[in-house]
């Protein structure tokens, strides 16, 4: 892991740019110099790792107490997208446009990412875990469908917050039953791009004990600030 860029934000946050071999990332740590829990936080369906909604969050978390990671997995932000996927992409814009169904669509190019993204992620996890500001247990929060399957596969992330919003593909619908750690999900009532009933129904399917349905009204982008702060309460009780 290389650190190409730092900057110490104004709450005292260190925000520094990496590289890991092909993979950009951001980490962000707290003020304090004790080693801090460790939370990914990933984008919905491979939108950038800059996208403001998400660094907010980060910088909201690291300002708590936790040190947070996100990065462009393979297919995410600005690194090279497959043919395959750049025409998915095109056929998913034309669908919409039409309001043709758009499921096997979001099927041809979420899972196929989800499928890259995951080894990225978890040689990212043993490269933060050995830096010295870091120390588990590690938290997951965000993109739902890729989150399951780190749920499912790592054995070091000990809880996860998912948002509903964004398309979970069939085969990590199937795994959700194999989720088993505390788990707190967020849902916005009106999402339009995300049927409420598919949300609920993959709720129900978690196999974990616990876990937490957080419903607001609104559309996709429309999650209250508070639920940031909910989310850190939430990782506080199993990651500290």
């Not at 993959?202 to 982008?221: I, Q, R, S």
Request: hydrophobic share 40%; with cysteine.
């Amino acid at each position: 892991m290389r650190f190409t860029s730092e900057r110490r934000l104004d709450d005292g946050v260190l925000e520094r740019e990496f590289t890991l071999g092909e993979i950009p990332g951001t980490l962000w740590t707290p003020a304090s110099a004790a080693p801090a829990p460790l939370i990914l936080t990933a984008h919905n369906n491979g939108l950038p790792k800059g996208e403001p909604r998400l660094v907010a969050r980060a910088r909201h978390s690291a300002a708590y107490g936790y040190a947070v990671a996100t990065i462009d997995a393979a297919g995410c932000g600005d690194r090279p997208r497959s043919t395959a996927d750049e025409q998915a992409r095109a056929d998913l814009r034309r669908a919409m446009r039409a309001g043709e169904p758009v499921d096997e669509i979001f099927e041809s190019f979420i899972g196929p990412l989800v499928e890259k993204a995951v080894p990225e992620w978890r040689t990212t996890l043993d490269a933060l875990l050995s830096l010295p500001e870091i120390d588990g247990p590690v938290g997951y929060s965000g993109w739902t469908a890729l989150g399951i399957r780190l749920a499912v596969l790592e054995p070091r992330i000990a809880a996860a917050g998912f948002f509903a919003g964004g398309y979970v593909p069939r085969a990590q619908r199937q795994e959700a039953r194999q989720v088993t750690i505390p788990l707190l999900f967020l849902l916005q009532w009106d999402d339009e791009g995300n049927p409420r009933q598919r949300a609920l129904d993959l709720f129900d399917a978690f196999g974990t004990k616990e876990k937490t349905l957080h419903a607001n009204m609104g559309g996709h982008t429309g999650t209250p600030w508070f639920e940031v702060e909910d989310g850190n309460r939430f990782f506080g009780r199993h990651l500290k």
